[in-house]
């Protein structure tokens, strides 16, 4: 599977504890499985306990229109009987109970209670950033890039196709081309086939599209990965399934392309719905930046948008899908595109060499023609309307070319933000079940809320991020406590495969060793005038004036004067 060795471990812990003595049998135990799969014994199970069982239930889930308007209408009826039913002392004991609880929520710890939580000292914290473990080199003309380290004869390949060669208006094609390969058939095999193929073989195939922004250049790199985990011995697999996969896919399977279709837009649907910050902060950053443009195109709400109208019209679209599915493999799948990213040691990399060439060697040349990627810069402050009882409010900008660089700081900043400002007036005060900001190298900030009751107040609060910053004050055991919080989401225990997706990240966006030990070393040497300093960031990014909402439509509505355009999340 996906992470065999995490996956054997759990599995041994369970039988160690359910059965002590299951090391002393194990060989009968899988020679048993081993008979019974000769014999029937599985296909017995599923017939006995799946297609003969006579216990079922049937669910029936019928949307209502406006049901969450009904229901609010409803509450609000019933919470002014209550009232109306409550004598003058009963009511003023709830304003006495309601002012108390604010009181208690508006009162820190006191100093004494804090102090009595062990904490670590900054001497405490490695001073010097984790390294780097790539190396750029070159197998029969394709550019590699190594990760080199211990991987337990895991090999972990990344095959990956730059998508400037794909023109804008068919990038929608490229996020719907990662859902369909592997999941059509093939010249040799049905997709079921193929997946059994890919699982006896290997701990798995997945195809993914992603974008770096370049650091050192300007710009970003977008990028189709296809990505491989097998043992050494069965690298030459992972390169032949792919040249199977990326070149002889059929895709006139008509109803097998408008099952997975649905399927996407389902997902889609689903994810938008429960990552509705992400989507938010998605779609505010895609009015200026051009990485979450392409980002939208690709992924977000556009992409939605995309497929919804993809399934809607599928009858009389289907040959302009399949035709633009056709037109973006034949741009991306050439030799002169192709770029290998490999993460094992020493023993894994010598097998690479021959395997690599059961790929590149089957690819054509390409045109070399490329196709920017630019952000509208439009300010469209959009609102997206949805059943949901509750909001994701985001608040956008841009601080590159502000004249305030990045620094490692703004991590701290994040920490302190998120624990601190936000927590306490969006979360404590104001009922939102998680708040969020973030400051990127490329000179991106955003502010988010997660399930919020509100939508106007929280942007009150946001806008007053920049005196809280401008005016911060912290003992430094609060520093401290906030430099961990910082350092923990840096220094995260990386399993092998992790190590080289952060390698990769890096010699993408042109992330030099020395750039993450200034910004570690930034990081640890912050004090409180340090963080004032960066009021300015956050003045840029909250008076930016750009945002976006995913959620209720009636709290939506009541502000409506907030955004330029307002429009259901889906067509559904």
Same mark, same amino acid.
């Given at each position: 599977?996906?992470a $065999?060795?995490?996956?054997?471990? !759990?599995?041994?812990?369970?039988?160690? =504890? *359910?059965?002590?003595?299951?090391?002393?049998?194990?060989?009968?135990?899988?020679?048993?499985?081993?008979?019974?799969?000769?014999?029937?014994?599985?296909?017995?199970?599923? !017939?006995?306990?799946?297609? #003969?069982?006579?216990?079922?239930?049937?669910?029936i889930?019928?949307?209502?229109?406006?049901?969450?308007?009904?229901?609010?209408?409803?509450?609000?009826?019933?919470l002014?009987?209550?009232?109306?039913g409550?004598?003058?002392?009963e009511?003023?004991?709830?304003?006495?109970?309601?002012?108390?609880?604010?009181?208690?929520?508006?009162?820190?710890?006191?100093?004494?209670?804090?102090?009595?939580?062990?904490?670590?000292?900054?001497?405490?914290?490695?001073?010097?950033?984790?390294?780097?473990?790539?190396?750029?080199?070159?197998?029969?003309?394709?550019? %590699?890039?190594?990760?080199?380290?211990?991987t337990?004869?895991?090999?972990?390949?990344?095959v990956?196709?730059?998508?400037?060669?794909?023109?804008?208006?068919?990038?929608?094609?490229? @996020?719907?081309?990662?859902?369909?390969?592997?999941?059509?058939?093939?010249?040799?095999?049905?997709? @079921?086939?193929?997946?059994?193929?890919?699982?006896?073989?290997?701990? @798995?195939?997945?195809?993914? %599209?992603?974008?770096f $922004? #370049?650091?050192?250049?300007?710009?970003?790199?977008?990028?189709?990965?296809?990505?491989?985990?097998?043992?050494?011995e069965?690298?030459?697999?992972?390169?032949?399934?792919?040249?199977?996969?990326?070149?002889?896919?059929?895709?006139?399977?008509?109803?097998?392309?408008?099952?997975?279709?649905n399927?996407?837009?389902?997902?889609?649907?689903?994810?938008?719905?429960?990552?509705? =910050?992400?989507? *938010?902060?998605?779609?505010?950053?895609?009015?200026?930046?051009? %990485?979450?443009?392409?980002?939208?195109?690709?992924?977000?709400? #556009?992409?939605?948008?995309?497929?919804?109208?993809?399934?809607?019209?599928?009858?009389?679209?289907?040959?302009?899908?399949?035709?633009?599915?056709?037109?973006?493999? @034949?741009?991306?799948?050439?030799?002169?595109?192709?770029?290998?990213?490999?993460?094992?040691?020493?023993?894994?990399?010598?097998?690479?060499?021959?395997?690599?060439k059961?790929?590149?060697?089957?690819?054509?040349? /390409?045109?070399?023609?490329?196709?920017?990627?630019?952000a509208?810069?439009?300010?469209?402050?959009e609102?997206?309307t949805?059943?949901?009882?509750?909001?994701?409010?985001?608040r956008?900008?841009?601080?590159?070319?502000?004249?305030?660089?990045?620094?490692?700081?703004?991590?701290?900043?994040?920490?302190?933000?998120?624990?601190?400002?936000l927590?306490?007036?969006?979360?404590?005060?104001?009922?939102?079940?998680?708040?969020?900001?973030?400051?990127?190298?490329? /000179?991106?900030?955003?502010?988010?809320?997660?399930?919020? $009751?509100?939508?106007?107040?929280?942007?009150? %609060?946001?806008e007053?991020?920049?005196?809280?910053?401008?005016?911060?004050?912290?003992?430094?055991?609060?520093m401290?406590?906030?430099?961990?919080?910082?350092?923990?989401?840096?220094?995260?225990?990386?399993? *092998?495969?992790?190590? /080289?997706?952060?390698?990769?990240?890096?010699?993408l966006?042109?992330?030099?060793?020395?750039?993450?030990?200034?910004?570690r070393?930034?990081?640890? =040497?912050?004090?409180?005038?340090?963080?004032?300093?960066?009021?300015?960031?956050?003045?840029?990014?909250?008076?930016?004036?750009?945002?976006?909402?995913v959620?209720?439509?009636?709290?939506?509505?009541?502000?409506?004067?907030?955004?330029?355009?307002?429009e $259901?999340?889906? /067509?559904?």
């Amino acid at each position: 599977g996906f992470a $065999p060795q995490k996956m054997n471990v !759990k599995i041994f812990e369970r039988f160690r =504890h *359910a059965c002590d003595d299951f090391f002393k049998k194990k060989g009968e135990f899988f020679k048993a499985l081993k008979e019974g799969a000769g014999n029937g014994y599985f296909e017995g199970l599923i !017939k006995k306990y799946l297609l #003969d069982n006579p216990y079922e239930a049937l669910v029936i889930l019928s949307p209502e229109r406006n049901m969450t308007a009904r229901l609010e209408a409803e509450t609000a009826e019933k919470l002014a009987e209550y009232k109306a039913g409550l004598s003058n002392d009963e009511i003023l004991d709830l304003v006495r109970q309601t002012k108390e609880l604010k009181e208690y929520q508006d009162t820190p710890s006191t100093k004494e209670e804090l102090e009595l939580i062990p904490l670590l000292g900054r001497s405490d914290m490695e001073p010097e950033a984790a390294k780097l473990i790539f190396s750029e080199t070159e197998v029969d003309g394709i550019t %590699v890039v190594r990760h080199d380290t211990f991987t337990s004869g895991i090999g972990y390949l990344k095959v990956l196709f730059d998508t400037s060669r794909v023109p804008v208006q068919d990038l929608p094609y490229v @996020g719907l081309l990662k859902a369909v390969l592997g999941y059509v058939d093939t010249a040799r095999h049905t997709y @079921g086939d193929l997946s059994s193929e890919i699982f006896l073989n290997s701990g @798995g195939v997945s195809f993914s %599209v992603t974008a770096f $922004p #370049d650091l050192k250049n300007g710009g970003f790199t977008g990028l189709f990965a296809a990505s491989v985990r097998v043992l050494y011995e069965k690298l030459d697999f992972g390169f032949e399934i792919l040249k199977e996969i990326l070149t002889e896919s059929i895709l006139e399977d008509e109803k097998r392309l408008r099952e997975i279709l649905n399927e996407v837009r389902s997902k889609s649907q689903m994810r938008l719905m429960s990552s509705g =910050h992400t989507a *938010a902060v998605s779609r505010a950053t895609s009015y200026f930046s051009d %990485v979450s443009y392409y980002n939208e195109i690709t992924a977000g709400i #556009d992409y939605f948008q995309s497929v919804e109208q993809w399934v809607r019209e599928f009858d009389s679209k289907k040959g302009e899908i399949i035709a633009g599915l056709k037109r973006v493999m @034949g741009a991306l799948f050439t030799r002169d595109n192709m770029t290998v990213s490999y993460t094992a040691d020493d023993r894994g990399f010598s097998f690479l060499p021959e395997a690599l060439k059961k790929l590149s060697q089957a690819l054509p040349e /390409g045109e070399k023609k490329t196709y920017a990627v630019k952000a509208p810069g439009i300010r469209r402050n959009e609102g997206f309307t949805s059943s949901s009882k509750v909001n994701y409010v985001a608040r956008c900008g841009s601080f590159a070319g502000s004249g305030y660089p990045y620094t490692g700081v703004l991590r701290l900043l994040k920490v302190a933000l998120n624990y601190d400002y936000l927590w306490i007036n969006l979360r404590v005060k104001g009922g939102a079940y998680g708040c969020m900001c973030g400051f990127s190298p490329n /000179g991106t900030g955003y502010f988010t809320s997660y399930r919020d $009751p509100n939508l106007k107040e929280t942007y009150d %609060v946001y806008e007053g991020a920049v005196d809280y910053v401008k005016n911060y004050e912290a003992d430094e055991r609060t520093m401290r406590k906030f430099i961990i919080g910082a350092v923990s989401g840096v220094d995260v225990p990386l399993g *092998a495969s992790d190590k /080289g997706a952060r390698s990769l990240s890096a010699w993408l966006t042109h992330t030099s060793y020395e750039k993450l030990e200034k910004n570690r070393y930034e990081l640890l =040497h912050a004090d409180v005038e340090t963080i004032r300093s960066l009021y300015g960031i956050v003045d840029v990014v909250v008076h930016s004036g750009l945002r976006c909402v995913v959620g209720n439509a009636g709290k939506i509505q009541e502000n409506k004067d907030m955004f330029q355009k307002i429009e $259901p999340l889906t /067509g559904a």
